[in-house]
């Protein structure tokens, strides 16, 4: 499972052969609703065994990833995860199980702390982060006051600067919530 910015191909590559179906969940294993693991879970029948690349790429925390694959193991379906390399329905299977997927969540939680904080000092020094905008501040001032002057239309100004015509909307509407316009 990758996010939309990741590449999944590595892990296509090593489920391929170990699978009769491969779905890819474009969502993160962090998000509340996956539409594409869910819809997996929800299809899996007795003797079917669920196969992940990894448990940081299925389940966000813990006590998910414990209870899913024990919820799992009641229907009658098995667990593997590729990165393990053992099984995780002997006793000492779960136990390995138990404490990777508590590494794994707490791999998770730093990987989010140390994010966080490379956000803020990149704010810090005054970086701009997130996508550019799609206009140029002249081109907004521009835009606006051509429609003001009514000599060009919304559509028109979209299709020159090759956006969508809410996009000239939401720059006209930055510009007027400047204070220095």
């Keep these: 499972m990758s996010t939309r910015e990741q590449r999944p191909d590595r892990q296509i590559?090593?489920?391929?052969?170990?699978?009769d179906e491969l779905h890819v969940e474009t969502y993160s294993a962090a998000c509340q609703h996956r539409p594409v693991f869910d819809a997996v879970l929800q299809g899996l029948a007795a003797g079917d065994t669920?196969?992940?690349?990894?448990?940081d790429r299925a389940f966000r925390s813990t006590i998910e990833a414990l209870t899913t694959v024990e919820n799992l193991r009641q229907r009658?379906?098995?667990?593997q995860a590729v990165t393990l390399g053992f099984d995780v329905a002997s006793d000492d299977g779960k136990l390995f199980y138990t404490i990777i997927a508590a590494f794994a969540e707490h791999e998770r939680r730093r990987l989010s702390r140390r994010t966080k904080e490379g956000l803020a000092a990149?704010?810090?020094?005054?970086?701009?982060?997130?996508?550019?905008?799609?206009?140029?501040?002249?081109?907004?001032?521009?835009?606006?006051?051509?429609?003001?002057a009514g000599t060009a239309s919304l559509a028109e100004l979209a299709a020159r600067y090759d956006v969508h015509p809410y996009?000239?909307?939401?720059?006209?509407q930055?510009?007027?919530?400047?204070p220095d316009i």
């Design 122 to 148: 990149a704010r810090l020094k005054g970086k701009r982060l997130g996508r550019r905008p799609k206009l140029t501040r002249r081109q907004a001032v521009s835009a606006r006051q051509q429609i003001v």
């Design 13 to 19: 590559n090593a489920l391929a052969p170990l699978c």
């Design 167 to 172: 996009t000239v909307t939401r720059h006209i």
């Design 76 to 79: 009658g379906i098995g667990f």
């Design 50 to 55: 669920l196969v992940v690349w990894d448990f």
């Design 174 to 178: 930055a510009l007027d919530r400047s």
